[in-house]
């Protein structure tokens, strides 16, 4: 749907060998530069092989050649962009592309060292690099291709072939009204108002909001950097209030927001619920000002904000810096920005800074750091984290829909009961979507509006021709996932690694006092029985 | 046979879960200790658990309790000992216990650090902290029980019981016969003589001695690092020829050399092969003054010279100091000896310091740094180093015998045919050989003189009272080496990690020119055709 009019689809996947996690890896990101690919009907880039010479960094630039009809693709040398922050670099590639109107794909200096810890960047409506594409070290996958940029300039391209449009119309009408209706998705809602952030306060009441390295469920700082808390702090600070932007083009739920310094101007954008947490709670960290500076960085070296904050909750951990030091986390971003030897730790994530600063307790699964969920407190995303072929991630199946927020259907988020499927079917839907290139944030109005559901089916069915039932689309994501699983079986990755750190087994999570009760055999039945 | 008279038998054994490779490990030492554990009628030591209070150390001290007709076990606090180099800390723990007759187990800064690059050290003949079973960070498995060390003394002990004396005496004297009369381990013969560092030639002249991160396979130093270099130096430096001396009681090889200074003291005892190599050739180094002080560092730090000479030798790839560079290797050791983040990222090992410092040339199996024979010149060794559980271990299948030095036959280093049966048996005949207590090196004679072969049967069958022939011998290896392998699958290693790193596949290795051309099937079979 990347391309289309469907609302809230401009994601685009970027895919390789995880640096991370040894496996597979799909990461994806909101943007115009995906619209911009799929309008030039560009299905896929595959870029394969290596540059002869090490050190040399290119990029590629892709415009429409109205005259054969066809995208063309120069090359130009981009040595003169390496080595810096984001921030410096992306307005001198808009400005050697001043005549043309580009989106463009990155890779910043953490790419560039090679970093499990590295995101390919993406463009956001105003130019910023700062939509991320960011788990599981896709970045240095692309720098170590010598790839530095893909440059976009879609004008004259014929965009998306739809080949039912009345079918893709009645599906986009449906979605559309679904996801204008749902609290959390519609305008001035949850997301529009208060961004993914609206979920601290939330995780922080249900006791699963990980704190301090993953030793207490609760965070005592929470509200004071919670998405309310943003709103409220830019409202005070600007004089008004200010709603959330599109982070692309067609997106009706717009919940990206802007964090603004004291002086009004803009100081991130934009603070997502995953890195206020794991810049902030994760590392006892309670100031919006020190969690925006170091979102900031992160975007500008090129980091995952999720797996830097994890990292640094195990550096605190191994007593580098103490929990709550903002000023020393800055200082330890910097670092790993810049490659220095306590950088290169951090940066190469959470696992292998877990074992070379000889740490036991660490949050990670196949290497890669555990986003915000507590899987003691919350077991159905447990169970995804331990069992998707991604690592640790909250988007391969987000049981949190029914676990914490009431979204199809209520379950018990400390009870293990049933939770197995439930991964699996959440992982199973999720590949579709992420497949659809609808962003995931659709799912709270389809999974509880039926017609919001059909309309996602439809507007498929218009654009490819097919005629998809619900039973397909299920059938469909299972079928993505075989794949990926037997991707990771080649790498060595066997079901062993399937599994929840061995502390959350033993060590008890305040304030529930719950450990992570759920049976080997149920984490192998999510992939045995799929 | 380990504390009997039988030749060349005082070894120790020390096994765990490897924090380099996450399988299953087993290194092994010569040492007065082990004669004095067997002496008490104790077959093995279970360390169990951790500590409640992390950072505290003990100490245990078994003794023969007379009265009681058994072992008794005393614990001391360790505390005192910590954070010190073995070569301060040896001479104190030996003053602790100077009315006693003691030998001491122990681990260093390196097991304190929680190090994939550890060992655990034991006494030699001369009360130096100097034998080591070394791979895989067993060391660090010692220290995160708070354990530091173990102290035995075995006087009043009453000795191993030998089921059937004369037939042990048969065989005892005809392994005797075997090793004095071959030429690798007969007096003043070439172990006695030059040590086992008497292969640097050997291997550079076959082109398989792995030079600068294994880039080459002859190294233009090597005469100025060879056994016969540290024999004619110490000559000049003494002024009369040395011999070498034994590693523990009853050995008659004796093939542990020291290295003196200009000034005639000790630099340091002993510079085996692999450390030679290690620190020298991998390196790029031809000081042997230089890598004595590097093998006395490793020694008092408690680092495994092979996984640090293979590590420096990755850093060097990444340009964190220059080939050959030999004070920079040395500020290294120290950097990873005091456990600044430098020296933490190499302390972690060959693939997790490839893996922080972003380097794609990492002579490493699952995670463990290769020793010093090229897979791409010798192609049986690197079966070896693929398959056995240990991670990349010459000593777990030393097909050198017939592929270098003649021994056992005469095959072909560079072809890779048959080399998987012939890695199988060297494998399952190397368990026994390990789980006799005798030292590998009698492997020479054995294999080349049919009587020592019955000696080495006649020996067991004595002390044991069984009636095992040759075949038992070798089915009794292979069951040894399957159970290895349900530990490593139980653990999650996967047959996929029986590889050889890629460059070796790619990149042709001088002067041979050859890449390491032995198909993933034959690798297979080894333990598939177990």
């Known amino acids: 749907m990347t391309g289309t009019t469907a609302p809230t689809s401009a994601r685009i996947s970027v895919g390789g060998k995880s640096p991370l996690t040894g496996g ?29 010479k090490k050190g040399e960094y290119w990029g590629i630039l892709i415009h429409w050649d109205s005259t054969a009809a066809q995208p063309k693709l120069e090359w130009f040398n981009a040595n003169e962009f390496t080595g810096q922050n984001l921030y410096e670099v992306y307005p001198k590639v808009y400005e050697k592309f001043a005549d043309r109107r580009v989106s463009i794909c990155g890779t910043g200096m953490a790419g560039e060292h090679g970093y499990g810890n590295s995101g390919v960047v993406f463009n956001d409506m105003s130019k910023r690099p700062s939509r991320y594409a960011g788990r599981g070290g896709l970045g240095a996958v692309m720098a170590s291709k010598g790839l530095k940029f893909i440059v976009l300039d879609d004008r004259g391209a014929p965009g998306v072939e739809i080949v039912d449009k009345p079918l893709f119309e009645v599906g986009r009408k449906k979605m559309i009204e679904a996801l204008r209706s749902h609290a959390i998705t519609k305008p001035k809602g949850a997301l529009n108002s208060f961004g993914t952030a609206v979920l601290i306060n939330i995780l922080n009441e249900a006791g699963g909001l990980p704190t301090r390295n993953f030793s207490s469920g609760r965070f005592e700082g929470a509200a004071k950097i919670a998405g309310e808390a943003i709103f409220e702090g830019n409202k005070a600070r600007l004089g ?117 600063l000889g740490v036991t307790r660490v949050p990670a699964v196949k290497g890669q750091g555990m986003p915000a969920y507590e899987p003691r407190a919350v077991k159905g995303i447990g169970i995804t984290y331990a069992t998707t072929t991604m690592g640790a991630d909250h988007t391969a199946g987000y049981t949190i829909c029914p676990e914490i927020l009431g979204v199809s259907g209520k379950q018990d988020p400390l009870s293990p009961e049933g939770k197995a499927a439930l991964s699996r079917a959440f992982q199973a839907t999720t590949a579709f979507i992420d497949s659809s290139g609808h962003c995931l944030f659709i799912a709270f109005a389809i999974l509880d509006i039926a017609s919001g559901f059909e309309g996602m089916i439809e507007e498929a069915n218009g654009v490819l021709g097919t005629s998809w039932t619900a039973d397909d689309i299920v059938k469909y994501g299972a079928d993505v996932l075989k794949v990926e699983r037997k991707f990771n079986e080649a790498a060595g990755i066997s079901k062993e690694a399937d599994r929840i750190p061995e502390f959350m087994h033993i060590e008890p999570l305040p304030p529930h006092n719950n450990i992570f009760d759920v049976p080997d055999s149920a984490l192998d039945s999510v992939f045995g029985e799929l």
Chains 1, 2 share one sequence.
């Not at 994806?28 to 540059?51: C, F, H, Q, Y």
């Not at 330890?332 to 306590?342: A, M, N, R, S, T």
């Open 24 to 52: 597979i890896k799909e990461a994806n990101a909101g943007t115009s530069w995906a619209a911009d690919i799929a309008s030039m009907r560009i299905k896929a880039l595959v870029v394969e092989g290596m540059p002869e």
């Open 240 to 356: 008004e209030e200010l709603y959330n932007h599109p982070c692309s083009p067609g997106c009706i739920i717009q919940c990206s927001n802007t964090w603004h310094k004291a002086d009004k101007t803009e100081h991130t954008s934009c603070i997502e619920y995953e890195s206020d947490w794991a810049l902030g709670a994760n590392c006892g960290i309670d100031d919006l000002d020190i969690i925006a500076e170091l979102n900031q960085l992160c975007n500008g070296y090129g980091l995952d904000t999720i797996e830097t904050g994890v990292t640094i909750g195990v550096a605190m951990e191994a007593g580098v810096i103490p929990f709550g030091d903002g000023k020393g986390s800055i200082e330890l971003v910097h670092k790993i920005g810049k490659g220095e030897p306590i950088g290169r730790i951090l940066g190469s994530g959470t696992g292998s800074a877990g074992k070379v």
